[in-house]
DNA sequence: CACAATACCTGCTAGC
DNA sequence: TGCTAGCAGGTATTGT
């Protein structure tokens, strides 16, 4: 489920329990969660340990492990579909879904939260996470992000424009959703090759990326004091999941395509 | 190399 | 009511 402005607004609300907090013990309760060498290990390596900053990149999340006397490693959670972080009062409840749990003292604990079981857990090295980074396209949301180095990125690119944004490699953090919803903003057909659009398109596109993500990550935040919600319901969904419904702009029935393997929702009006 | 198709999982729901 | 096909906000892997 969750794209970026999801996955900040866990970072967000987990970051005050989970930072500085003590691993007493950590439970992996599903051997394909742990991506990499074994569940066993893993547990051992992080029990007795202290998290330090919780940070995203893309759609990752990277809990900093104190090292001492060894290096610093970072456990990488990837959420993939379903997956879903919080904190529980009392590590002895939890959801059947449970897939991984970082008891803390007192019973508090940080559980990972998965139905689909497509989520991931990794322990890594400090090479490991940079070279995770270096995989990754910029932020839509740091100053990198330069509508310059969004074009150069996209003349590179041959594929839909649609397909190019939910690239991590070339942009982090965009999914199937706000794609939909920028290319709207941005009046451009998800069909249209990325390589092709004109430079005054290109300003359009960097444009309603920035704003589009800004607001997402504005509205996902705003909603979390309810856990188990994902801000579909603050961020208003112009096209996303609205097959055949007028578009609020020119009326025009919304259509559905698949790209990719994967729904697009376009508005035939707005977008050329 | 770039790109497309498929695999990975489970749960929900629209339609029969 | 009960079944099933189709779909779900992601990405690693495999194939062309």
Request: hydrophobic share 40%; charged share 30%; with cysteine.
């Amino acid at each position: 489920m969750p794209e970026m402005p999801e996955v900040e607004a866990v970072c967000r609300r987990i970051r005050p329990e989970v930072a500085g907090s003590i691993i007493r013990r950590a439970r992996l309760l599903r051997p394909g969660t742990a991506a990499g060498p074994g569940a066993r290990e893993m547990e051992a390596w992080l029990e007795g340990r202290r998290i330090g900053r919780v940070l995203r990149r893309g759609k990752n999340i990277l809990l900093y492990l104190a090292g001492r006397p060894e290096p610093w490693r970072a456990l990488h959670v990837h959420l993939r579909m379903t997956g879903n972080l919080e904190m529980a009062p009392d590590a002895r409840m939890h959801a059947a879904a449970a897939r991984m749990i970082l008891e803390f003292d007192g019973r508090r604990a940080l559980v990972f939260h998965d139905p689909r079981a497509l989520g991931r857990v990794r322990l890594m090295t400090a090479d490991q996470v940079r070279e995770l980074s270096a995989a990754i396209g910029p932020e839509p949301l740091s100053p990198a992000f330069t509508a310059g180095r969004m074009t150069e990125a996209a003349r590179r690119c041959r594929k839909a424009v649609k397909l190019f944004l939910l690239d991590q490699t070339r942009i982090a953090g965009i999914g199937n959703i706000y794609a939909a919803e920028i290319l709207f903003a941005a009046g451009i057909h998800p069909g249209r090759r990325a390589n092709r659009l004109s430079a005054a398109r290109m300003e359009a596109l960097h444009g309603a990326i920035r704003r589009t993500m800004a607001e997402a990550v504005r509205t996902a935040g705003a909603e979390y004091g309810e856990p188990g919600r994902w801000g579909e319901a603050e961020f208003a969904l112009r096209v996303y999941g609205r097959e055949g419904e007028p578009c609020g702009r020119c009326g025009a029935r919304v259509k559905r395509v698949r790209q990719g393997g994967r729904s697009t929702y376009y508005c035939p009006g707005c977008q050329r």
